[in-house]
DNA sequence: TTGATATCGTGAAAAGATTCACCGGAGTTG
DNA sequence: CAACTCCGGTGAATCTTTTCACGATATCAA
């Protein structure tokens, strides 16, 4: 029953995908929904069904071929992903966006928790207001090792954006979420960044929309 | 001197890496910078030299051989990608996440303007904190048109997202920010969803993690 | 002007991701 | 217990994207 032997290296947009997928069937699963089709799964997700059966087959060990049983196979996907290693995070920024993001108010998955919170100024980090603890960044790596945490999270102003992004890799963080609006030079393969850059979502959402226009206009 | 002639088709990510490089050639040029190489970019993305390169050369247009003019190649990109089209949007969801993204802190691009805020929450209508105007729902169309709005970005909880959604795309919305922790389905190629999934990203940095994990232990 | 150096531009090769098409197993029906 | 239908699984084909390698062009110094 070799489960690791085989293990594939999975394209890592289909890991994307996977990963959405997982949250797609906690929903579901909390509506009480059991059974699921990859024709379903594709209309939720917006791609074709066959991206999804070709996505689960890279698990190696999912349906008995006849739809997807909920619970099953986001257990398999937890555990193929390893969802269940990581799920501690801190934030680093607590202003109001921090403070907005890290509030339990649904936009984040109880499955994570973001359990230390910091920022520089003394004010910021007094209000009780959170569901975490709150430190002055000197407390930055004491916290990361005692906590074992491999996820930061950034939503500090452009300025120190960078400074707190070297930061937080030389405490041992391999995971970097960043809402700040700059980038962040990564020269290190073990950490990965995703950048939330929302004046760049402006960007992109224009030149797909100009980009298509285009298309349709050549075309006819 | 054939500009539109030839104009192929960018592949999607490189219009992606174009638009973030677009917003790092704002912060540049704002500190004064005026020459830039594709090395130095590469490094600031984290991508390659030869993938930015090649990725500007999609634009057919650029330089002289020996770096890039950092305001001429701004220019080139936004006229190429149609930044310059579609520069208003509107937000759904006036809650504290909406209240926060739209506020002038840094956090998104002054290139792009929310002109219009809705949320069917009268209370949430009144407050008059922020610098945009702000509607109740049933005025959704008649701004939308008044405006020429193409963009949209949802800030409502979960239960009512993919409603806010299609009323959206009804309106004539063609591009969506999408914050709330629920999946659109989109079966329209003419309207492009950006799905700002936080859990997701939890999820994404997490798989990224531990696949990197296991394939450092099986080259070993 | 010439040579040396640095950097871009791009066609072609390689790698990576998606789509296709068909096989086989699981339910279902009579 | 066939025969039929519906789906998932997956290797192979196709399509897309990235990488490579090298010619061409600009810059600078002497």
């Known amino acids: 029953m070799k489960k690791d032997m085989d293990r594939m290296i999975i394209p890592k947009p289909a890991i994307v995908r996977l990963s959405t997928l997982y949250v797609l069937l906690e929903n579901l699963e909390a509506e009480g929904k059991s059974m699921i089709y990859s024709a379903e799964i594709g209309k939720l997700l917006g791609v074709p069904s066959h991206t999804i059966r070709k996505d689960i087959s890279f698990l190696r060990q999912a349906g008995t071929g006849n739809g997807y049983e909920i619970t099953n196979l986001k257990n398999i996907i937890a555990e193929y992903l390893g969802f269940n290693k990581y799920k501690k995070a801190c934030i680093v920024g607590m202003g109001r966006l921090g403070t907005v993001i890290t509030t339990k108010n649904g936009f984040y998955s109880n499955q994570y928790a973001v359990v230390a919170g910091f920022d520089n100024n003394p004010e910021k980090i ?26 930061g999270i950034i939503t500090v102003p452009q ?62």
């Open 126 to 151: 007094k209000k009780g207001r959170n569901d975490m603890d709150l430190y002055p960044m000197s407390k930055l790596k004491e916290v990361i090792d005692r906590e074992q945490i491999k996820i």
């Open 159 to 220: 300025s120190s954006a960078r400074k707190v992004a070297n930061e937080l890799i030389d405490c041992g963080i391999k995971g970097i979420i960043n809402f700040s609006p700059v980038l962040i030079e990564i020269n290190r393969e073990d950490v990965f960044i995703r950048n939330i850059f929302i004046a760049g979502e402006f960007n992109i959402l224009s030149a797909l929309i100009s980009q298509y226009e285009n298309k349709q206009t050549l075309g006819e």
